[in-house]
């Protein structure tokens, strides 16, 4: 079993892991960070598979982007449910 | 009950994924070897990078929509946007500021950089477009950069550039015979000048998914 082998199964681990627990978690806000941190490892991913051009696209836009709107959407939420001061 | 229907679910979402593994495992030799016939053609595409040579130019057609369905989509989010006072963004912490202050022109470069290495390497508009995006939401989160109230003709002009560039290309080129079949010898000048504009626009509207829906503050 080679390096390259056993790193690619730790991140088929942790793409399932973290996709699971995103979707499963209760609190809104720790399902976006999982969903991030699953772009995050999906660009990995990506770079494995020998397509950084689609590992550059799913870091910036998937991970980074669409990260931002969901945050920003929690705090929306967040705010109408406590009104602020 | 709702135990038992959970383990339904999940007893049916797995024989799904099996399901699907053993037809990828199954799938037919493909009758064309498109590598191959893009690697063939790589020399009269004007670029070097296959990617590259794909989205812009042997099935330009395809980009050319995606970045319409682009467009199409902010100009929803500015249709639902309720109009506002343009508002200043609430001061973040000057850590946050300075560092955005000091990134900021980093990732204009980046950018450029990454549209100049699409012709040869991994890169192009879209990544190019994604990272100035990444620019404008990291100001916007800094306070430096205040929220779209109404964008101006500035503004909708650089949101359309890309599009407008690419059709008027499409256009220009049209007597050659067929839509989007630049000259070999111009195509590399016509690629650049297409990513010159979706990377404007594409930054722009990505930007502006973020910036034109988060006018509430709390």
Request: glycine letters at 10%; proline letters at 6%.
């Given at each position: 079993?080679?390096?390259?082998?056993?790193?690619?199964?730790?991140?088929?681990?942790?793409?399932?892991?973290?996709?699971?627990?995103?979707?499963?978690?209760?609190?809104?806000?720790?399902?976006?960070?999982?969903?991030?941190?699953?772009?995050?490892?999906?660009?990995?991913?990506?770079?494995?598979?020998?397509?950084?051009?689609?590992?550059?696209?799913?870091?910036?836009?998937?991970?980074?982007?669409?990260?931002?709107?969901?945050?920003?959407?929690?705090?929306?939420?967040?705010?109408?449910?406590?009104?602020?001061? | 009950?709702?135990?038992?229907?959970?383990?339904?679910?999940?007893?049916?979402?797995?024989?799904?994924?099996?399901?699907?593994?053993?037809?990828?495992?199954?799938?037919?030799?493909?009758?064309?070897?498109?590598?191959?016939?893009v690697a063939a053609k790589l020399g009269d595409s004007g670029v070097d990078?296959?990617?590259?040579a794909?989205?812009?130019?042997?099935?330009?057609?395809?980009?050319?929509?995606?970045?319409?369905?682009?467009?199409?989509?902010?100009?929803?989010?500015?249709?639902?946007?309720?109009?506002?006072?343009?508002?200043?963004?609430?001061?973040?912490?000057?850590?946050?500021?300075?560092?955005?202050?000091?990134?900021?022109?980093?990732?204009?470069?980046?950018?450029?950089?990454?549209?100049?290495?699409?012709?040869?390497?991994?890169?192009?508009?879209?990544?190019?477009?994604?990272?100035?995006?990444?620019?404008?939401?990291?100001?916007?989160?800094?306070?430096?950069?205040?929220?779209?109230?109404?964008?101006?003709?500035?503004?909708?002009?650089?949101?359309?550039?890309?599009?407008?560039?690419?059709?008027?290309?499409?256009?220009?080129?049209?007597?050659?015979?067929?839509?989007?079949?630049?000259?070999p010898?111009?195509a590399?000048?016509?690629?650049?000048?297409?990513?010159?504009?979706?990377?404007?626009?594409?930054?722009?509207?990505?930007?502006?998914?973020?910036?034109?829906?988060?006018?509430?503050?709390?």
């Open positions: 079993m080679t390096a390259a082998l056993a790193f690619d199964l730790l991140l088929v681990a942790a793409l399932v892991w973290s996709a699971a627990r995103a979707l499963t978690v209760a609190d809104v806000f720790r399902g976006v960070v999982l969903f991030i941190v699953f772009g995050l490892l999906m660009a990995l991913a990506w770079a494995r598979l020998g397509a950084p051009d689609i590992a550059l696209a799913e870091a910036a836009i998937g991970a980074g982007l669409t990260g931002a709107l969901l945050l920003d959407a929690v705090g929306h939420l967040r705010a109408k449910r406590e009104p602020g001061p | 009950m709702s135990r038992a229907v959970a383990a339904l679910v999940v007893l049916l979402a797995a024989g799904l994924a099996a399901a699907l593994g053993l037809a990828m495992l199954d799938l037919p030799e493909p009758a064309v070897r498109l590598p191959a016939r990078h296959p990617v590259t794909v989205l812009l130019n042997f099935r330009a057609y395809d980009t050319l929509l995606e970045v319409a369905v682009l467009l199409l989509a902010l100009v929803g989010v500015l249709a639902l946007a309720r109009p506002h006072a343009a508002r200043a963004a609430a001061p973040a912490h000057p850590l946050l500021q300075t560092l955005a202050r000091l990134v900021a022109p980093l990732m204009v470069l980046v950018a450029g950089y990454l549209l100049w290495i699409g012709a040869h390497a991994p890169g192009g508009a879209f990544q190019a477009g994604a990272v100035l995006a990444a620019a404008g939401v990291l100001l916007r989160l800094a306070g430096l950069l205040p929220a779209w109230a109404q964008p101006g003709l500035l503004l909708r002009g650089g949101l359309a550039l890309g599009l407008l560039v690419f059709v008027a290309v499409a256009v220009a080129v049209l007597g050659q015979g067929s839509l989007l079949q630049y000259p010898a111009a590399g000048g016509l690629i650049l000048l297409i990513e010159a504009g979706l990377t404007l626009s594409i930054g722009l509207t990505l930007a502006g998914l973020y910036l034109a829906g988060t006018e509430v503050e709390p």
